[in-house]
């Protein structure tokens, strides 16, 4: 099949954490005439950089900044999640695609990417103004029915401590008021980016190292301090609940550091799972040995119309 019968119009750099994938992207980007989508749950949150690895640096390329997407648009205090995703990676792309540049999705979160690259059919719903009043009159133990009721399986953790939020879910659920997103037509040409398991490890537990000497104990507690839940921190997984455990006094700091730098390794290796599950299932990776941009180029000029 040559390429215009494949008809690529999106790149995808994916791989297991601290494996240069931002990096690569961005040189890609630059090089290709192209701008970077984020496929990160955690790096949408605003005040989130350190624990969540933005590295916004990376994306400066010869002193020229690549433009970058789905980073930094939403508080903490808000939820995002797959339904948000899709929506707004739609709303990317489509700019993209109309401004005659090249897409470049990029990150760890695994559903993520598999959502985009198996087209999930998924649908948001729209709110309901009376259905709306109408739950904000119940007590919070009757909402917990409700949702329960209505989404035994959930795709997504949501915060159901917080009313708002709970009713916010519950309207998603029940509206009649349904708006499609439309992924056909997105054919994504995909590049994974992966290293020697011990060179994952080590850069894992170096970068950690790093990330707490430039201050990603204080972000976790500037977010506590602007009212930011433990049960929140929790959530949001990781860095964020190993740090949480530690400001609340129920880890000291090198049982912090180990169980986290343990965690993290354990989250690689996950995501490696994930994806050669998604191999198994019919998608085609192509795999090169780290942050290589010369072999990553290559796979660009072979495949891709540039």
């Known amino acids: 099949m040559n390429t215009l019968e494949k008809n690529y119009n999106l790149i995808i750099i994916l791989g ?7 990096g690569l992207a961005a040189k890609l980007a630059s090089k290709f005439n192209g701008e970077i989508i984020s496929a990160d749950s955690r790096q949408v949150y605003r005040g989130m950089d350190i624990g969540t690895g933005k590295d916004l640096a990376d994306y400066t390329i010869d002193n020229v900044s690549v433009p970058y997407h789905l980073i930094n648009i939403i508080d903490p205090d808000f939820e995002y999640n797959l339904f948000s995703f899709l929506s707004d990676f739609k709303n990317c792309f489509d700019d993209i695609i109309s401004r005659q540049k090249i897409p470049f999705l990029t990150g760890g979160t695994g559903l993520y990417l598999n959502s985009i690259i198996q087209k999930y059919k998924l649908k948001t719903a729209l709110d309901d103004e009376v259905e709306a009043e109408y739950l904000t009159a119940k007590k919070h133990e009757e909402l917990l029915l409700i949702y329960n009721k209505l989404n035994p399986s959930p795709h997504n953790t949501t915060d159901t401590s917080d009313k708002q939020r709970l009713i916010q879910a519950i309207l998603i659920l029940k509206s009649k008021e349904e708006k499609s997103i439309d992924l056909t037509g997105i ?20 970068r950690l190292k790093k990330r707490l000497n430039e201050g990603m104990i204080e972000e976790v507690q500037q977010l506590v301090n602007r009212g930011i839940s433990f049960d929140k921190l929790d959530f949001f997984g990781l860095e964020y609940r190993y740090l949480g455990l530690y400001l609340r006094g129920e880890l000291n700091y090198n049982d912090m550091y180990q169980k986290l730098n343990s965690a993290i390794h354990k989250f690689a290796k996950k995501q490696m799972t994930w994806f050669r599950k998604m191999e198994r299932n019919g998608v085609e990776i192509n795999w090169i040995n780290g942050p290589d941009y010369e072999a990553a180029e290559r ?5 891709f119309l540039v």
């Open 299 to 303: 796979l660009m000029k072979s495949n």
């Open 16 to 22: 297991p954490t601290a494996t240069g994938k931002t």
């Open 187 to 206: 054919n994504p040409f995909i590049i994974g980016v992966n290293l020697e398991r011990d060179e994952i490890k080590k850069r894992i537990t170096a």
